[in-house]
């Protein structure tokens, strides 16, 4: 193997694959990246390819072939290097015995590295159909609903964000839960969604990845598709292959609440700035904040028995009967900043039924939250 | 000579049945079934009217409703009981600052020195379990002695609500002809091992020479001696409630194969679990204390010990969830030589009736470990936690488990 290419682009690639790339030493050649070289018609194409067996990514690079081939290195070092080098032509080969040469302007490296064919092969699939989707509004929908899934390992089925298909034709349903907490979001993508029946369990890893390579370049269309228990998302050049979540979603229509009986439109900033200052002397543990509802006024106060307390009220349009409910307030605190909007409306039953976290001027971005016994 | 104390021991009859009957005036006099109410539900708590059916706790809901087809089969509720445990301790609080809470159901109060002000211990233990009756309608048996071991043996002998002193010069004639196992710190193993060197009762015990009984059987000797003749300085302490739980025990022999100190692991978080369900807490940090065998410096402590944790994403009191973490801490430490001394903890105790309330219907997996739980409690009430044992504990008696069984309740986190 034996390729010249500009070193930004190789810097790109390979910084694309350090999050797959595994810390862990539980599989030692995990730790490294693939390296493949072939011609192709216009040319050259030099792929990168790393994988924790969880999620895979593979990109193509055009770049000029001496000669193709393959091989495996650390992936860490390997970006190190390229990441010194300056702007200008890397020229990188394979040497004897499994090393990579590595060239550009003065500099000069030989990184120990090992036969392509240790490397675990890369689930290689193509569903029968993928669809076409924004990534801008892919990227939206993974922001405003995972940070409520699951980081429990017992609980594997709430460990990523459900896709499904909704009843009305080209609009696509992602929700998360914890069990403590609910958030979806539908969007429409007019009618390219044919074909995309069952819903899919997609893990929280995958969804970051798939989040970060929408965040490259969001004005591109992404192609996703599932099959079985794997997904593949491609944009540009690169390649993101899924594991998925194998398990059952639980129901979770039966818990979304419908709009309670007591209801109030709040400043989201002053009630999440308030929130956080009262929430500092709630119990590390529980960070509990209690919400005083009384007309026209809303009080959120903490007490932790080592510390103190705190207290700050909040004018809302509140006109319904006085009612204290706690929340853990990290949980009510992401509810109401996924949304993005400037006012959110809140409205809930009793102290001990979900409240609903909805924006005032988007009926498809829904949060709920339980509250907790105090 | 230190001064005299009087401790008192305070031990709810029948906590969760009682209960019940209460609330439900209907259910006053009737045999009440605390249980699983399903096809395969199982019963955890039986009332006196009903055991004198024959129904008792683990028997199937199915089998009691055979033998007392007009029994009242109740679900039950952790929560209630929680808060009725709160309203009790409100009236141990009026007799005395110094109650150490042991359960949901039982405390120790120091009376010492206010005889004066209050009057004999015997009158103060009468209106304590008036007062108890008064604001909760319930039964509260007393034990009152100079030390807790035998002011928690005497309310214990003083069931179903009643009331038992053992003055300071009765002690040793009140212990002598009790069995071994009513000492702290004596479980199977211990028993069988006093029996073969001949000892029977406590009084056989008490009058054994000390210093022989600490050449035989060591520390455990010394400590055994000590409790069988009354002598346990032990203070009630208040306090701040515990911020841990653990049981450890060193091994009679160094143990390396794996299955018996998983089986071993097993047995300690049921206890630890069990004990925190008495005590109305969940956990949420699971902690495993290895001692190994190959000693790096002279003396006692010169094994190297090694403690591992790990945080739950929710807080439990399913032991269970607790022995399949250990054991996942036992793998990640790669032992590479024997074990001395195992032991489980739980940190970072919750309210079991406060916290995060979930979204989705309990999971009928969850729930059934709930039941379970609660049988096995009663269970280990009755008849001792070493009769029912999980199937994956069951190894741990290859172990031969020492006498040296430790179970720890720390106030500052370790």
Same mark, same amino acid.
């Given at each position: 193997m034996k390729?010249?290419? &500009?070193?930004?682009?190789?810097?790109?690639?390979?910084?694309?694959?350090?999050? *797959?790339?595994?810390?862990?030493?539980? =599989?030692?050649?995990? /730790?490294?990246?693939?390296?493949? *070289?072939?011609?192709?018609?216009?040319?050259?194409?030099?792929?990168?390819?790393?994988?924790?067996?969880?999620?895979?990514? $593979?990109?193509?690079?055009?770049?000029? *072939?001496?000669?193709?081939?393959?091989?495996?290195?650390?992936?860490?070092?390997?970006?190190?290097?390229?990441?010194?080098? @300056?702007?200008?032509?890397?020229?990188?080969?394979?040497?004897?015995?499994?090393?990579?040469?590595?060239?550009?302007?003065?500099? %000069?490296?030989?990184?120990?590295?090992?036969?392509?064919? %240790?490397? @675990?092969?890369?689930?290689?699939?193509? @569903?029968?159909?993928?669809?076409?989707?924004?990534?801008?509004?892919?990227?939206?929908?993974?922001?405003?609903?995972?940070?409520?899934?699951?980081?429990?390992?017992?609980?594997?089925?709430?460990?990523?964000?459900?896709?499904?298909?909704?009843? %009305?034709?080209? +609009?696509?349903? =992602?929700?998360?839960?914890?069990?403590?907490?609910?958030?979806?979001?539908?969007?429409?993508?007019?009618?390219?969604?044919?074909?995309? /029946?069952?819903?899919?369990?997609?893990?929280r890893k995958g969804l970051s990845e798939l989040k970060k390579l929408v965040d490259e370049d969001d004005t591109h269309e992404l192609e996703l598709g599932f099959e079985g228990n794997n997904g593949l998302a491609r944009k540009g050049g690169v390649t993101l292959t899924l594991r998925l979540i194998e398990g059952e979603f639980p129901n979770y229509r039966n818990v979304i609440p419908e709009e309670g009986s007591q209801r109030l439109v709040v400043d989201r900033e002053r009630f999440v700035q308030a929130l956080r200052r009262v929430s500092l002397l709630s119990s590390e543990r529980s960070r509990a904040v209690n919400l005083e509802f009384s007309s026209g006024e809303v009080s959120l106060t903490s007490k932790n028995p080592d510390l103190g307390e705190a207290r700050e009220t909040l004018d809302v349009d509140f006109a319904g009967e006085s009612l204290v409910i706690a929340f853990n307030a990290r949980y009510l605190m992401e509810a109401l900043n996924a949304p993005g909007t400037k006012e959110i409306c809140l409205s809930f039953k009793d102290a001990l039924s979900p409240i609903r976290v909805t924006p005032t001027d988007d009926d498809d971005v829904l949060g709920v939250v339980m509250p907790m016994r105090v | 000579m230190p001064p005299s104390r009087v401790i008192l021991h305070a031990d709810m009859d029948a906590f969760y049945a009682s209960i019940e009957q209460r609330d439900d005036p209907a259910l006053r006099g009737r045999p009440v079934i605390v249980g699983g109410t399903g096809p395969r539900g199982v019963v955890s708590a039986a009332s006196y009217e009903a055991r004198e059916f024959g129904v008792y706790s683990a028997m199937s809901s199915a089998e009691a409703r055979q033998r007392c087809p007009q029994g009242v089969f109740l679900r039950g509720s952790m929560r209630r009981y929680a808060a009725e445990s709160r309203r009790i301790f409100e009236v141990f609080q009026r007799f005395t600052p110094l109650v150490q809470g042991l359960s949901l159901d039982e405390a120790f109060l120091d009376l010492s020195g206010s005889e004066?002000?209050?009057? /004999?211990?015997?009158?103060?233990?009468?209106?304590?379990?008036?007062?108890?009756?008064?604001?909760?309608?319930?039964?509260?048996? *007393?034990?009152?002695?100079?030390?807790? #071991?035998v002011a928690k043996i005497a309310s214990d002998l003083a069931k179903p609500d009643g009331l038992l002193e053992v003055a300071e010069g009765r002690v040793r004639d009140f212990l002598a002809p009790l069995p071994l $196992?009513?000492?702290?710190?004596?479980?199977?193993?211990?028993?069988?091992?006093?029996?073969?060197?001949?000892?029977?009762?406590?009084?056989?015990?008490?009058?054994?020479?000390?210093?022989? #009984?600490?050449?035989?059987?060591?520390?455990?000797?010394?400590?055994?001696?000590? #409790?069988? !003749?009354?002598?346990?300085?032990?203070?009630?302490?208040?306090?701040?409630?515990?911020?841990?739980?653990?049981?450890?025990n060193t091994f009679e022999r &160094?143990?390396? %194969?794996?299955?018996?100190?998983?089986?071993?692991?097993?047995?300690?978080?049921?206890?630890?679990?069990?004990?925190?369900? !008495?005590?109305?807490?969940?956990?949420?940090?699971?902690?495993? +204390?290895?001692?190994?065998?190959? $000693?790096?410096?002279?003396?006692?402590?010169?094994?190297?010990?090694?403690?591992?944790?790990?945080?739950?994403?929710?807080?439990?009191?399913?032991?269970?969830?607790?022995? !399949?973490?250990?054991?996942?801490?036992l793998r &990640?430490?790669?032992?590479?030589?024997?074990?001395?001394?195992?032991?489980?903890?739980?940190?970072?105790?919750?309210?079991?009736?406060?916290?995060?309330?979930?979204?989705?219907?309990?999971?009928?997996?969850? /729930?059934?470990?709930?039941?379970?739980?609660?049988?096995?409690?009663?269970?280990?009430?009755?008849?001792?936690?070493? +009769?029912?044992?999980?199937?994956?504990?069951a190894h741990a008696g290859r172990a031969g488990l020492s006498m040296q069984h430790k179970r720890g309740e720390s106030e500052t986190p370790d």
């Open positions: 390729i010249s290419i &500009d070193q930004h682009e190789l810097q790109r690639g390979l910084a694309r694959l350090q999050s *797959v790339t595994e810390k862990r030493n539980s =599989m030692p050649i995990l /730790a490294n990246i693939l390296i493949q *070289v072939r011609e192709v018609d216009d040319g050259g194409e030099l792929e990168l390819a790393a994988t924790d067996l969880e999620v895979g990514i $593979r990109s193509q690079h055009s770049c000029e *072939v001496a000669e193709s081939g393959a091989i495996t290195v650390s992936g860490k070092k390997f970006y190190e290097i390229i990441r010194e080098l @300056p702007d200008e032509r890397v020229e990188i080969a394979t040497t004897e015995n499994a090393y990579l040469s590595i060239r550009c302007a003065r500099s %000069e490296f030989s990184l120990a590295g090992s036969a392509a064919d %240790e490397y @675990p092969t890369l689930p290689v699939f193509s @569903p029968e159909r993928t669809f076409q989707v924004q990534a801008m509004v892919v990227g939206e929908m993974i922001e405003k609903t995972m940070y409520a899934a699951s980081n429990d390992e017992a609980r594997y089925n709430l460990n990523g964000v459900y896709l499904e298909q909704i009843e %009305e034709a080209g +609009k696509l349903r =992602m929700v998360a839960t914890d069990g403590h907490r609910l958030a979806y979001v539908d969007r429409s993508f007019g009618s390219s969604l044919e074909g995309f /029946a069952d819903g899919v369990i997609v893990p | 004066r002000l209050q009057g /004999a211990p015997v009158q103060v233990g009468e209106r304590l379990r008036a007062e108890v009756r008064a604001e909760t309608g319930l039964a509260v048996s *007393v034990g009152i002695a100079p030390v807790k #071991l $196992r009513r000492l702290w710190g004596v479980g199977a193993v211990g028993e069988k091992r006093l029996h073969e060197a001949g000892f029977a009762t406590l009084g056989d015990l008490a009058g054994a020479d000390r210093s022989e #009984l600490e050449t035989r059987f060591g520390d455990f000797g010394a400590h055994v001696s000590r #409790l069988a !003749r009354g002598e346990d300085d032990s203070p009630v302490e208040p306090g701040r409630a515990p911020v841990s739980y653990s049981e450890e &160094d143990i390396s %194969e794996r299955e018996v100190l998983e089986s071993v692991i097993s047995q300690h978080a049921e206890a630890v679990a069990r004990r925190l369900r !008495r005590s109305g807490l969940q956990a949420r940090t699971v902690f495993l +204390k290895l001692k190994l065998a190959r $000693r790096v410096a002279a003396g006692p402590r010169g094994y190297p010990l090694l403690t591992r944790r790990s945080t739950l994403a929710e807080p439990s009191d399913d032991g269970a969830t607790f022995a !399949r973490v250990a054991r996942r801490l &990640d430490a790669k032992l590479e030589q024997p074990v001395r001394l195992l032991g489980v903890g739980v940190s970072n105790l919750l309210r079991a009736d406060r916290g995060q309330l979930g979204l989705f219907p309990v999971e009928e997996g969850e /729930a059934r470990s709930g039941r379970l739980n609660r049988a096995m409690d009663e269970i280990a009430e009755r008849f001792g936690a070493d +009769k029912l044992v999980r199937g994956d504990a």
